[in-house]
């Protein structure tokens, strides 16, 4: 791809320049470099990869830009003022071809809710009497923690422990394991 051609991820770029110049780097520095890490390898991919990154970059920065924004409201003394440079983000808040606004807009209200189900589930679905290694007792006391500590990274991890359950179905699905091959005594040759 030539240089001088705008890329798909030269607007991810442009908006997280303008973040880190607006404070980014002090409200969340671990989101901010991440961001930055894959809008820099993502333009060693090709075309169809930046783009498909360029639409996956745009909720991160856009979620981004509502902390710098709560966490500016919050330290400033002037509530009414809103960067000059904040206009870079607004292409990358237009909703992907054929989804609607109000859809993107709920898309972490329902991803929230459904943690939400998914823990009741769990905890409806814990055994009376676990023991205190029982692996359905530990995850719920995982979740329940997770929950009040780090309710960020809940959806992710829940995700993460459903790829889990599924292999271990799809492992368990398959052919039954065979028995452990057993020893068999050798007779000595008498001869």
Do not use: C
């Amino acid at each position: 791809m030539n240089s001088a051609e705008p890329g798909p991820l030269d607007a991810a770029a442009q908006a997280l320049a303008a973040l880190r110049d607006h404070g980014a780097a002090n409200v969340d520095p671990v989101t901010l470099a991440r961001l930055d890490a894959t809008v820099r390898r993502g333009r060693q991919q090709d075309t169809a990869v930046q783009q498909w990154l360029a639409v996956r970059l745009a909720d991160a920065l856009a979620a981004l830009q509502a902390q710098v924004a709560q966490h500016r409201t919050v330290t400033s003394s002037d509530k009414e003022a809103k960067p000059a440079a904040w206009h870079v983000l607004a292409p990358l808040r237009t909703p992907p071809a054929g989804e609607l606004r109000s859809a993107q807009r709920l898309r972490p209200t329902l991803a929230r809710v459904r943690v939400q189900r998914q823990i009741a589930r769990a905890q409806a679905r814990q055994p009376d009497n676990p023991g205190p290694l029982n692996s359905e007792h530990l995850l719920v006391r995982a979740l329940q923690q997770m929950q009040t500590l780090a309710p960020a990274y809940l959806g992710p991890f829940i995700t993460q422990v459903e790829a889990l359950l599924w292999l271990d179905s799809a492992r368990g699905a398959g052919a039954a394991p065979a028995d452990p091959p057993r020893a068999t005594a050798r007779r000595k040759k008498t001869g």
